[in-house]
């Protein structure tokens, strides 16, 4: 951890192999895990968070998507399909961030992620 601290690279030869590192083309990816899960994704309308979002609906979740900017929030639900649920919110805004948390807990049942 000094080392990150100071600025300095570590040590490769301390570092974990991942076998998946070794195959042409191979990258880490999930198979399952999120099958049925109920998720809450703040900046759902933004490049990331969108491609986020169709990743976990992708892997079988149910996704909340949480934006400050209201068209744009249901634009990005409405683009991603039956699995997404547009839920506009300023997250800076204290009160208004519980409340969409228990909107996503009322509408979907619960959160898993």
Known sequence: MAEFEKGRC???ARLVQ???LDKKDAHPTVTHGFDRRR???TGGA???GAAAAESLIELGAAV???DREPAAC???AEALGPQAWP???DLSDEAAARAAVQAAVEHFGG???
């Open 111 to 113: 959160l898993d992620v």
């Open 74 to 76: 249901h634009a990005r």
């Open 39 to 41: 998720a809450l994704l």
């Open 18 to 20: 991942l076998p998946w």
């Open 46 to 48: 933004g490049y990331i």
């Open 10 to 12: 570590a040590d490769p």
């Open 64 to 66: 909340a998507i949480v």
């Open 87 to 89: 839920l506009p919110c």
